[in-house]
């Protein structure tokens, strides 16, 4: 089991910047699927950033191309997403998730493991 602790969610303007963190409860090297997720009010949740690290493939939504960057850092044990120019639309909760299954996974079934989500908010 692989709990997920996300975190750097808050209140930030127009324009602004925040980065999240998705912290493993043990190693991630076994971990081969990270997904983003976010929920709005009255939405589903949906994901805009997958990615498989056994193979290095990234995908982006449209609505967060160029504007979001996923990284990670194996010695902490922890996710980032870097959000840029954020939007009022940008906000959510926000989820990371993950698997040890191999490729992409572009839905919720695609993922085992998830945080208990964190709240972005964007002012206008």
């Known amino acids: 089991q692989v709990q997920l602790v996300e975190s750097g969610g808050g209140l930030v303007q127009a324009g602004g910047s925040l980065r999240l963190s998705c912290a493993a409860s043990?190693?991630?090297?076994?971990?081969?699927?990270m997904g983003w997720f976010r929920q709005a009010p009255g939405e589903e949740r949906e994901v805009f950033a997958a990615?498989?690290?056994?193979?290095?493939?990234?995908r982006y939504a449209n609505s967060v191309k160029g504007r979001f960057t996923v990284s990670r850092d194996n010695t902490k044990n922890t996710v980032y997403l870097q959000m840029n120019s954020l939007k009022p639309e940008d906000t959510a909760v926000y989820y990371c998730?993950?698997?040890?299954?191999?490729?992409?996974?572009?839905?919720?079934?695609?993922?085992?493991?998830w945080g208990q989500g964190t709240q972005v908010t964007v002012s206008s």
């Open positions: 990615i498989s690290w056994s193979d290095y493939s990234k």
């Open positions: 043990r190693s991630i090297l076994r971990i081969n699927r």
């Open positions: 998730a993950a698997d040890t299954s191999m490729g992409v996974g572009e839905s919720i079934g695609d993922y085992g493991y």
